[in-house]
């Protein structure tokens, strides 16, 4: 119900937007978040967005390069990635849930994940 795409190879300092589109069901009560992991490392919050009022909320070493948004004609959002660093590289996975949480385990839905990888 919820397909991320966007990832790619990029270098450090490039851009990336990343978009996860939801079908089959109406996301628009929902709150919207994406996550990431690292190799060898547990997945993490990135961003959120409270769907019906746009209000997003940042996990503090993105904070000034990273901006989520959403599209509700398209129900889509979207995390635009700037100023990315090696430490960038991730899987990174987009969410649906009933709560604007930065837990990973408060989110109901879970979109494939979709690979970032900033080569230094």
């Known amino acids: 119900q919820l397909q991320a795409c966007g990832g790619g190879l990029v270098q450090v300092g490039d851009s990336l937007r990343l978009s996860c589109a939801a079908s089959?069901?109406?996301?628009?009560?929902?709150?919207w978040a994406w996550f990431r992991q690292a190799p060898g490392k547990e997945r993490e919050f990135v961003a959120r967005i409270r769907w019906s009022s746009g209000i997003p909320g940042y996990a503090d070493f993105v904070k000034g390069r990273f901006t989520i948004s959403r599209d509700s004609a398209k129900n889509t959002a979207y995390l635009q990635m700037n100023s990315l660093k090696f430490e960038d590289t991730a899987v990174y996975y987009c969410?649906?849930?009933?709560?604007?949480?930065?837990?990973?385990?408060?989110?109901?839905?879970w979109g494939n994940g979709t690979l970032v990888t900033v080569s230094s």
């Open positions: 969410a649906a849930g009933s709560v604007f949480s930065s837990r990973d385990y408060e989110y109901d839905y």
């Open positions: 089959g069901r109406t996301f628009s009560s929902y709150s």
